[in-house]
């Protein structure tokens, strides 16, 4: 984990995260002393911290840089629970970040400094919103100069905005093959020609990437526009960028699995009393942090967010991931972080030497991990075979709360209505065997009145 945070910020001269005995710091540069001393006495730094928008950090004396000849500050930024990557975010967490990120360009220059850096990756989802974690995304602002993060914003927000608002909400996956957001003449290619009718996507996307394509390969300096745009101007550029991502909009509902829990074969008295027999096993391990894989919208994940635990909610759709971060928007729920995950394609490596955002598995091991009405759905329609998956839930979790579904049930059915059933192995003795090979099983429960099980389990150490 040292290594991949210190690659996240290896390319910004300004500074850099490095750990030390355990504890992350950020190193900033001398290059960028004039702007961090004008960050924290023109008042920006307070402003920005005391309204939730940028995560709090202390000045560390007591620390010795990474780099003595270059550094300037040793800073240790506020800790982050979970480090989620834009291309696991639903519609509405990116809108969310996206209008955040502009309300920081804002506020910015209202003290006399301009956001140069609008990289969706610098937002993290800290005490229930969206904050910067990048301190040193900031410069001084000088009158006259373009705003340098424009193009930025336009591909890392709103191109993957767009395209979830007027093709699929799971193109939002794009992000993960364009590291550096989706280029704007893909998605003015892929959006419908009536968005052209749209003033703001027909000036931020398809006119933006007509000018793009013209100046292709043309260097144009920074200086070629110095005096050109005013602060007004930027303002107004704000405004109408703000406008255009305030009005994308999209369903939550009618998505494959939305509605789940609605569908199941259980019965009210048997769903609360699942609920009931998760809560006990929550109870008696009292984890640290909790990954409810398959969490559809976030009913058992409260189960532990509501005890104050800080619950990663996974889902593969996208509807039910959206419907999960407005319900959490709308409590106000801190501790609970929706987020879109195909776990039989989980998010991978990536970056400079895969290093530059981390694997799913290299986020882990978390304390404890949720798999409820989870292993059919890998092991049916995904062919996983129950080993592979016992080894991969191992490797990401001490504790293990998981369901085992057999084939009687109703949602076992309907996913074997479509395929042969060639799952010889998929029984409960089949299932407790392979499981058995990585984890103790500590306790089964029946649900009363179905024929699941619940098991709590425990990762051998290898």
């Known amino acids: 984990m040292t290594d991949s945070y210190q690659f996240a910020s290896f390319r910004d001269p300004s500074g850099f995260l490095f750990y030390k005995d355990g504890t992350l710091y950020r190193q900033v540069n001398q290059s960028y002393r004039e702007h961090y001393d004008h960050l924290m006495k023109s008042g920006l730094y307070e402003a920005l911290v005391s309204q939730g928008l940028m995560v709090h950090h202390a000045e560390i004396d007591d620390v010795e840089a990474v780099n003595k000849d270059l550094a300037y500050r040793v800073i240790q930024p506020e800790k982050v629970n979970f480090i989620s990557y834009p291309y696991e975010w639903c519609f509405h967490e990116l809108r969310s970040a996206a209008l955040i990120t502009l309300r920081l360009a804002r506020t910015a220059l209202d003290h006399g400094m301009i956001l140069k850096d609008a990289s969706a990756y610098n937002l993290q989802f800290v005490g229930g919103r969206w904050q910067l974690i990048d301190t040193l995304s900031f410069e001084i602002y000088k009158e006259g100069e373009p705003w340098v993060a424009y193009k930025q914003f336009c591909q ?15 193109l939002n996956l794009m992000s993960r093959l364009f590291i ?8 003015a290619d892929l959006l419908p020609a009536r968005t052209k009718l749209r003033f703001g996507l027909m000036t931020h996307i398809h006119l933006h990437a007509r000018t793009q394509k013209r100046y292709a390969g043309k260097e144009v300096r920074r200086e070629d526009v110095k005096g050109k745009v005013s602060q007004r101007s930027l303002v107004g550029l704000l405004d109408s960028l703000r406008n255009t991502v305030k009005g994308l909009t999209i369903r939550t509902s009618g998505t494959e699995w939305a509605d789940y829990y609605q569908e199941t074969n259980y019965s ?10 998760v809560k006990r096993y929550i ?20 189960l532990a967010s509501d005890a104050g635990i800080f619950t990663v909610a996974f889902d593969v759709d996208p509807g039910a991931v959206s419907r999960n971060y407005i319900q959490a928007r709308k409590n106000h729920e801190g501790n609970i972080l929706p987020l879109v995950m195909d776990l039989a394609n989980p998010s991978p490596g990536l970056g400079w030497g895969h290093r530059e955002r981390e694997s799913l598995v290299d986020r882990g091991p978390v304390s404890m991990v949720l798999a409820l009405a989870l292993v059919h759905h890998l092991a049916i ?8 998956l016992a080894q991969f839930l191992s490797e990401i979790s001490e504790y293990l709360v998981i369901e085992f579904v057999p084939k009687s049930d109703s949602q076992v059915q309907r996913l074997l209505r479509s395929r042969e059933d060639i799952f010889d192995r998929y029984t409960v003795s089949g299932f407790e065997a392979d499981f058995q090979v990585y984890f103790e099983i500590l306790e089964q429960t029946p649900v009363p009145g179905s024929e699941r099980i619940l098991y709590l389990m425990k990762a051998k150490k290898r």
């Open 283 to 302: 109870e008696r391990v009292q984890p640290s942090g909790v990954w409810d894989l398959g969490a559809n919208t976030g009913e058992f994940s409260r």
């Open 180 to 187: 550096d957001g989706i280029p704007l003449d893909i998605t």
């Open 268 to 277: 009210e008295s048997a769903f609360e009393q699942k609920k009931a027999i």
């Open 381 to 388: 329609s995904n062919n996983v075979p129950l080993g592979k």
């Open 156 to 170: 890392h927000f709103l191109a993957p905005l767009a395209l979830m608002a007027y093709r699929d909400p799971r």
